[in-house]
């Protein structure tokens, strides 16, 4: 079976008016200088949801709906707990819910097994996931800051589970989706202007992207970046479609959204030079933001890929020995 993971024309409306909202309001130098201060910038927060758009990317519409708007944040490097108002979504009811989708109240989530929790310096309530399972939660003591490379609010704070939430099942795939699509669009922008520079810098009186060593690693980062972009819209169509695959989908699209756009990052320096790498340069700032993006827990993701193919590996091998036998 073969799928369409074109936006339709409403996705497509979406994607370009979050474009068109980061272009005027979320240009490089502000997600750039929130960075820099290590804080969630409130106002540009409470703006993005006022315009509705955290709406569309939570239980108002679908998961490619969110796709549509968390592939355009991620180009702009948009600073805040995206996934996490996006899993608070779908778990909250009434006024928790609705306080979280217009930006009045932050969303943190903690995992099993882990102190630092990111957002946890500014959020207004939290939630604990262990082994697919979504956890209302609290602060037992005060909340230590963490300096982070991505310039983000986390800290360590120890937190006591409550009461499960009646999530839907397969619920934590979308907070997976998520994460994967703000790390291959961002990963996709550093291509995008490592590619623009390579082809205007010049070297021995040529273009830099002329030569071979500057050209292919960005051809092959885009490649890469494109498969996981494909990766990351099926995975949100089949959770739009309650399939039993939309679990492993999405932490497959997760974990080759993170190896590709940290592949982007490494290449988009090697490409910009010293440049690349000063935070007041045109791409820094995005980079610290995947590799932030990449360094959040894997959570169950990785466990489910493993687990997945593992038990494929066994049916095979169940099957190839029943085969083999006279």
């Given at each position: 079976m073969s799928?369409?993971?074109d936006f339709d024309d409403g996705q497509q409306a979406i994607a370009d008016a979050v474009n068109q909202f980061c272009r005027e309001r979320c240009p490089p130098e502000v997600a750039r200088e929130a960075r820099a201060r290590g804080a969630l910038p409130l106002e540009l927060w409470r703006e993005l949801a006022a315009t509705g758009f955290l709406a569309a990317a939570a239980d108002d519409g679908g998961a490619l709906e969110a796709v549509?708007?968390?592939?355009?944040?991620?180009?702009?490097?948009?600073?805040?707990?995206?996934?996490?108002?996006?899993l608070a979504s779908r778990v909250l009811l009434d006024d928790e819910r609705a306080a979280v989708v217009e930006g009045r109240a932050i969303a943190a989530v903690g995992h099993a097994g882990s102190t630092l929790v990111p957002w946890a310096p500014v959020a207004d309530l939290f939630?604990?996931?262990?082994?697919?399972?979504?956890?209302?939660?609290?602060?037992?003591?005060?909340?230590?800051?963490?300096?982070?490379?991505?310039?983000?609010?986390?800290?360590?704070?120890a937190l006591e589970r409550?009461?499960?939430?009646?999530?839907?099942?397969?619920?934590?795939?979308?907070?997976?989706?998520?994460?994967?699509?703000?790390?291959?669009?961002?990963?996709?922008?550093?291509?995008?202007?490592?590619?623009?520079?390579?082809?205007t810098r010049t070297q021995f009186g040529r273009p830099i992207?002329?030569?071979?060593?500057?050209?292919?690693?960005?051809?092959d980062c885009h490649m890469h970046l494109a498969a996981s972009r494909t990766l990351v819209r099926a995975a949100a169509w089949h959770f739009d479609e309650d399939s039993a695959e939309a679990g492993v989908r999405a932490s497959a699209a997760r974990l080759s959204a993170r190896a590709a756009s940290l592949e982007a990052a490494h290449v988009?320096?090697?490409?910009?030079?010293?440049?690349?790498?000063?935070?007041?340069?045109?791409?820094?700032?995005?980079?610290?933001?995947?590799?932030?993006?990449?360094?959040?827990?894997?959570?169950?993701?990785?466990?489910?890929?493993?687990?997945?193919?593992?038990?494929?590996?066994?049916?095979?091998?169940?099957?190839?020995?029943?085969g083999a036998q006279p």
């Open positions: 799928l369409d993971l549509a708007v968390l592939e355009a944040l991620g180009r702009a490097a948009f600073p805040g707990p995206l996934p996490e108002t996006l939630l604990w996931v262990e082994r697919g399972r979504v956890f209302r939660a609290r602060a037992t003591g005060s909340v230590e800051p963490v300096e982070t490379l991505g310039g983000e609010p986390w800290g360590r704070v409550g009461e499960e939430l009646g999530a839907e099942p397969g619920v934590l795939a979308l907070f997976d989706v998520a994460l994967a699509a703000l790390m291959a669009a961002a990963g996709g922008q550093l291509v995008e202007d490592a590619v623009e520079h390579a082809r992207g002329e030569f071979q060593a500057v050209a292919h690693p960005l051809a988009a320096h090697q490409t910009f030079g010293a440049l690349g790498i000063t935070l007041e340069g045109p791409v820094f700032h995005v980079s610290r933001f995947v590799r932030q993006l990449a360094s959040r827990s894997l959570g169950d993701a990785g466990e489910t890929v493993l687990a997945h193919f593992s038990s494929a590996s066994r049916s095979e091998r169940a099957e190839a020995q029943k």
